[in-house]
């Protein structure tokens, strides 16, 4: 978990990646040497980015420094309102959810 404005809340990786996808001018990417640890038993599958380019690699993958988050919020409440719109259910019960989140 992380914190912001001292509101606690878990990581929303996937929807940043598909943003990224869909509109990279939103984000810092830096090209960089990344492998995914395989044999340390205390750290079996964590992605291990070369941010000080020690390795003699070339680097692999584009890797997300920063991005703009008032932009990235944007998008997730229009992406939610237009699921929302189409859902046969369309309630709004969700998405008033989510708008009172965005209040505090």
Request: negative net charge.
């Amino acid at each position: 978990m992380g914190l912001l404005c001292n509101i606690q809340f878990n990581p929303i990786h996937d929807p940043c990646a598909v943003l990224c996808a869909l509109h990279p001018e939103l984000f810092e990417l830096e090209f960089l040497r990344v492998d995914i640890e395989t044999c340390s038993s205390l750290s079996a599958g964590q992605s291990v980015c070369d941010i000080w380019k020690q390795s003699q690699l070339p680097p692999n993958c584009y890797v997300g420094r920063s991005m703009d988050a008032g932009k990235f919020w944007d998008s997730l409440i229009a992406a939610v309102e237009e699921a929302d719109r189409r859902s046969p259910l369309n309630k709004n019960h969700e998405l008033e959810f989510l708008n009172s989140l965005l209040q505090i």
